[in-house]
């Protein structure tokens, strides 16, 4: 959910790229940066003030991600905006993109109201997540991402389970499945949003991919399915079922938007858009809304026992505080806060993580290969 604007709309020569950032680090800021060009929009995403990645979208369609330490302004000529927001809009931002295009179809992701939000599945119990949503009677979903990329959603009806999307379009209970094989807790994050209960069926086709672009702009009689109007970033979703309008989502620079008061702007804005399109697409409404028969175990995942020799450990933390130096072993002990680690007890998969999370305190690309170079030496068999 978007939460402030700390800078927006800036003309970008008065902008200190170095100088923002840095202060975007020290605020642990979750957000991202866009930089609006005149054929292009740029965005770096920002994960506790750590950049997690670029991505360009090109007014021709395009969509380019790039290396986030390597960002920069292309052009003197742009705006600058600076927004926290949750990490879930960061990742919606990634799967959607910033324009709407008829080959790419439409994703409602992360629309609704959170429940909870950005959860770690380090420490989260799922079986409580389903069990709130059970005593909640929510109708509404459970999303499981990490900062780059959106694993799986699980869908609610009533307080029970009725459908589910995992990774490359599997359904249901191959989408339990392959949410529960995707999902590494120290990189992966969770939250429960509720949707209005006519939103349910939508939200399930869409995320199956039952959308289809109509050659038209007229909306056809008896229509169900959503009506996109807008330009780069700033649009407005209207829903219909059979003909009758159901519900209206507003973004704006990608994301979704929910204070009343900045949905009506967005709408009279919208009306005056140089370039605006509109887009119709009909969506299968026929899914069969049914609970699931599975256990919330199912989505636990299974972790990689395979543990590292303390020793091994010990050598690598050596060596991260003697190329860090003194507060190296500060910068250690926080990471593995960060984390839920333990020095003395770590598998093979979590000594994998926390190494590449080591590797991103070293400011020059050269000083991070050679530090990957000497672990491997410690541990030849790391991914």
């Not at 920069?72 to 905006?81: A, E, R, Y």
């Not at 926290?84 to 994703?107: F, H, M, R, W």
């Not at 009677?137 to 869908?155: K, R, S």
């Not at 109007?229 to 994301?255: C, M």
Request: proline share 5%; aromatic share 10%; hydrophobic share 40%.
């Amino acid at each position: 959910m978007l939460k402030t604007y700390l800078i927006k709309d800036t003309d970008i020569a008065l902008i200190d790229l170095k100088k923002l950032l840095e202060d975007a680090r020290l605020r642990k800021l979750t957000g991202f940066l866009h930089v609006s060009y005149w054929d292009r929009d740029d965005f770096l995403l920002l994960h506790q003030g750590k950049p997690v990645r670029s991505v360009a979208f090109h007014q021709d369609g395009r969509t380019v991600f790039g290396d986030p330490n390597g960002f920069g302004f292309v052009s003197q000529w742009g705006t600058v905006t600076l927004a926290e927001t949750g990490l879930d809009d960061l990742v919606g931002l990634q799967e959607a993109g910033l324009y709407v295009l008829k080959e790419k179809g439409i994703n409602l992701f992360p629309c609704g109201t959170p429940v909870q939000s950005d959860i770690p599945m380090t420490y989260l119990d799922i079986d409580r997540v389903f069990l709130l949503a059970k005593k909640s009677h929510v109708d509404g979903y459970a999303a499981f991402y990490t900062p780059t990329g959106l694993i799986g959603t699980v869908v609610f009806q009533g307080g029970e389970p009725v459908g589910a999307v995992g990774p490359r379009g599997s359904k249901d209970t191959s989408g339990i499945k392959g949410i529960a094989s995707s999902v590494i807790p120290p990189k992966s994050f969770v939250t429960l949003y509720t949707l209005e209960s006519d939103l349910i069926p939508f939200f399930l086709s869409i995320c199956r991919g039952g959308v289809r672009y109509l050659e038209t702009e007229e909306i056809p009689e008896d229509f169900s399915g959503v009506v996109v109007t807008g330009a780069r970033g700033t649009y407005r979703y209207d829903l219909f079922f059979r003909g009758t309008g159901v519900g209206t989502l507003f973004k704006e620079r990608g994301v979704f938007i929910w204070d009343e008061g900045r949905k009506r702007e967005i709408s009279d804005k919208i009306d005056g858009l140089p370039g605006k399109e509109r887009f119709v697409f009909e969506v299968d409404l026929s899914v069969e809304l049914k609970p699931l028969e599975f256990s919330p175990d199912e989505l636990k995942a299974k972790e990689e026992t395979q543990e590292v020799p303390a020793e091994s450990v010990d050598k690598i933390k050596a060596l991260f505080v003697r190329e860090m130096g003194p507060v190296g072993r500060i910068i250690w002990e926080k990471i593995l806060e960060e984390f839920h680690l333990k020095e003395g007890n770590m598998t093979l998969r979590q000594l994998s993580i926390l190494v590449d999370r080591l590797k991103e305190e070293f400011p020059e690309e050269e000083a991070r290969r050679e530090f990957i170079v000497k672990v491997r030496e410690i541990v030849p068999n790391l991914s």
